[in-house]
């Protein structure tokens, strides 16, 4: 008759085999290793033993062996398995278990797999021009917000998923998205990919982002508000009670309202703290209602869209050139020459619809008159322009920019100005010459001598020039009567 494995065994037995010995867990904890124990929802394998010691092994053998000694001690063997983990303690176990992610099964699983196996969850990676790339299928219980998080991931709490950084209205990133799918099935997880092309117009694009700015400028400024509130509300509640307490009036340790006192203080002082937190929290969160508010105003700004046509032609040129050298680049197969020619080419199309738009938003604002559009051929050597709120003494006429007097480093040193940059420009023979020129001459002289007028010649300029204004102020009939 087979004797019973799980029949209890009479003491003189035991006390005749020596207990078998488990190998000794290494010091450190291995990034990846093998560990012994029984499953716990499929995610996670529970191991006997607390947290204090490292039962994850480097070497497969040294877990089968943690298996044997817990098979041997345990009323159910067929629940003890071996897997490979990642050290990843789960809280959710008592203090005498320990919890690691499961990653895998090892590569040659000498014990049988008892039940069916757990399926790999699936999640969905999806890119849209009009959403951007988003991450759907991610509980709060998968524990990847970091993971998520360093490659480049916001989590929307009001939608339930994740959302690639820079991604709306733009191709999609490629890279970000092979990384991302390499760390999520690392951890256990089945991803698919779904990539929509076609984009949409800018003008709608541009719009969208408008009433988004609006929105966030509103719940920011809404939220500023309620802060505020309670930031007021907790501090009369402080006041209330440090109005009722004598200037230097101390705990009194003796008496019996010394408890009560105590803690009427204690939470005085907690709502005083709290109301300094709410009033400071406020104020950013009013900030960032400005700067939401604000987006739109300074993205359309002259000066912003020049540069973004000038970003925008050197992208479309580089991708032209990219795209021009792919056939003879003999450093890369076939296939990642025609997934890398499809890349650049939705880039360039897309670049190039941008800079239609922004072209056509330039345009619009030469026409009517927020911006300028001065060439060379425009402005010569002793001219006067304007740049941000100064005017400027043109020293030399250059290709794409005039050089003027540095306002930084003054002395002979010149600084250039873009010509899509300059707000005005006059030359000697129009009538506001006479005018401007006392400003801009006064600016060139404080900028020649670093913004200081300290010897007396520069004292004699600052008076003369102070003289010129005076009298280019005063009305024609009094200089009249005065010369009379």
């Given at each position: 008759?087979?004797p019973?494995?799980?029949?209890?065994q009479?003491?003189?037995a035991?006390?005749g085999?020596?207990?078998?010995?488990?190998?000794?867990?290494?010091p450190?904890?291995p990034?990846?290793g093998?560990a012994a124990?029984t499953?716990s929802g499929?995610?996670?394998?529970?191991v006997?033993?607390?947290?204090h010691?490292?039962?994850?092994?480097?070497?497969?053998?040294?877990?089968?062996?943690r298996?044997?000694?817990?098979?041997?001690?345990?009323?159910d063997?067929?629940?003890i398995?071996v897997?490979a983990?990642?050290?990843?303690?789960?809280?959710?176990?008592t203090?005498?278990?320990?919890?690691f992610?499961i990653v895998?099964?090892?590569?040659?699983?000498?014990?049988?797999t008892f039940?069916?196996a757990q399926?790999?969850r699936?999640l969905?990676?999806?890119?849209?021009y009009?959403?951007?790339?988003?991450?759907?299928?991610v509980?709060?219980?998968?524990?990847?917000?970091?993971t998520?998080?360093?490659?480049?991931?916001?989590?929307r709490?009001?939608v339930?998923?994740?959302?690639?950084?820079?991604?709306?209205?733009?191709?999609?990133?490629?890279?970000?998205i092979?990384?991302?799918v390499?760390?999520?099935e690392?951890?256990?997880f089945?991803v698919?990919?779904?990539?929509?092309?076609?984009a949409?117009?800018?003008a709608k694009a541009?719009?969208?982002?408008?009433?988004?700015?609006?929105?966030r400028a509103?719940?920011l400024?809404a939220?500023?508000?309620?802060?505020?509130?309670?930031?007021?509300?907790?501090?009369e509640?402080a006041n209330r009670?440090?109005?009722?307490?004598p200037?230097?009036?101390p705990l009194?340790?003796?008496h019996?309202s010394?408890?009560?006192d105590?803690?009427?203080?204690?939470?005085?002082?907690?709502?005083?703290?709290?109301?300094?937190?709410l009033d400071r929290?406020?104020g950013q969160?009013?900030?960032?209602?400005?700067?939401?508010?604000?987006h739109?105003?300074?993205r359309h700004n002259?000066?912003t869209v020049?540069n973004?046509i000038?970003?925008?032609?050197?992208?479309l040129?580089?991708?032209?050139?990219?795209?021009a050298?792919?056939?003879?680049?003999?450093?890369?197969t076939?296939?990642?020459?025609a997934?890398?020619?499809?890349?650049?080419a939705?880039?360039?199309?897309?670049t190039r619809?941008q800079?239609a738009?922004?072209?056509?938003?330039?345009?619009?604002?030469i026409t009517?008159g927020?911006?300028?559009d001065?060439?060379r051929?425009?402005?010569s050597?002793?001219?006067l322009?304007?740049?941000?709120?100064?005017w400027?003494?043109?020293v030399?006429?250059?290709?794409?920019?005039?050089?003027?007097?540095?306002?930084?480093?003054?002395g002979?040193?010149t600084h250039t100005?873009?010509y899509?940059?300059?707000r005005?420009?006059?030359t000697?023979?129009s009538p506001?010459?006479?005018a401007i020129?006392?400003e801009?001459?006064?600016s060139?002289?404080l900028?020649?001598?670093?913004?200081e007028?300290?010897?007396p010649?520069?004292?004699?300029v600052?008076?003369?020039?102070?003289?010129q204004l005076?009298?280019?102020a005063e009305?024609?009939e009094?200089r009249?009567?005065?010369?009379?």
């Amino acid at each position: 008759m087979t004797p019973d494995p799980h029949a209890q065994q009479p003491n003189s037995a035991l006390r005749g085999a020596p207990p078998k010995a488990s190998p000794t867990p290494p010091p450190v904890a291995p990034a990846q290793g093998y560990a012994a124990g029984t499953l716990s929802g499929g995610e996670f394998l529970t191991v006997i033993g607390s947290a204090h010691r490292n039962w994850v092994y480097r070497d497969l053998p040294d877990a089968q062996t943690r298996a044997g000694v817990l098979r041997a001690g345990s009323h159910d063997p067929a629940q003890i398995v071996v897997r490979a983990v990642r050290p990843e303690f789960h809280p959710g176990v008592t203090a005498t278990q320990t919890a690691f992610r499961i990653v895998g099964d090892p590569d040659h699983e000498p014990e049988p797999t008892f039940g069916p196996a757990q399926p790999r969850r699936q999640l969905l990676i999806e890119h849209t021009y009009a959403e951007g790339t988003c991450l759907e299928g991610v509980e709060r219980a998968d524990d990847l917000y970091r993971t998520l998080r360093s490659l480049g991931w916001l989590a929307r709490r009001s939608v339930g998923d994740y959302r690639l950084q820079h991604s709306q209205d733009r191709p999609a990133k490629l890279g970000a998205i092979d990384r991302t799918v390499q760390a999520l099935e690392s951890a256990g997880f089945s991803v698919e990919v779904r990539i929509d092309t076609t984009a949409r117009s800018m003008a709608k694009a541009e719009t969208e982002r408008s009433v988004r700015a609006e929105q966030r400028a509103d719940r920011l400024t809404a939220r500023s508000d309620r802060l505020a509130t309670e930031a007021a509300g907790r501090e009369e509640a402080a006041n209330r009670v440090f109005d009722h307490i004598p200037l230097g009036q101390p705990l009194l340790t003796d008496h019996h309202s010394y408890g009560r006192d105590s803690r009427r203080r204690e939470r005085a002082r907690a709502n005083m703290a709290r109301s300094v937190e709410l009033d400071r929290e406020a104020g950013q969160t009013a900030e960032a209602a400005a700067t939401a508010a604000a987006h739109m105003r300074h993205r359309h700004n002259p000066e912003t869209v020049a540069n973004r046509i000038r970003t925008l032609t050197a992208e479309l040129n580089r991708y032209m050139r990219e795209r021009a050298e792919l056939p003879t680049d003999t450093r890369i197969t076939d296939e990642v020459r025609a997934r890398r020619d499809a890349e650049l080419a939705e880039r360039e199309e897309h670049t190039r619809s941008q800079l239609a738009h922004w072209q056509q938003v330039r345009a619009e604002q030469i026409t009517n008159g927020q911006a300028t559009d001065y060439r060379r051929d425009d402005i010569s050597r002793g001219d006067l322009i304007r740049y941000q709120s100064g005017w400027y003494v043109v020293v030399r006429a250059n290709a794409k920019s005039v050089s003027v007097p540095s306002p930084i480093m003054g002395g002979g040193a010149t600084h250039t100005v873009r010509y899509e940059h300059l707000r005005d420009h006059i030359t000697p023979d129009s009538p506001r010459w006479a005018a401007i020129a006392v400003e801009a001459v006064l600016s060139a002289r404080l900028m020649a001598n670093r913004g200081e007028l300290t010897s007396p010649e520069w004292k004699r300029v600052e008076a003369s020039v102070h003289n010129q204004l005076t009298e280019l102020a005063e009305p024609a009939e009094t200089r009249d009567t005065g010369d009379a």
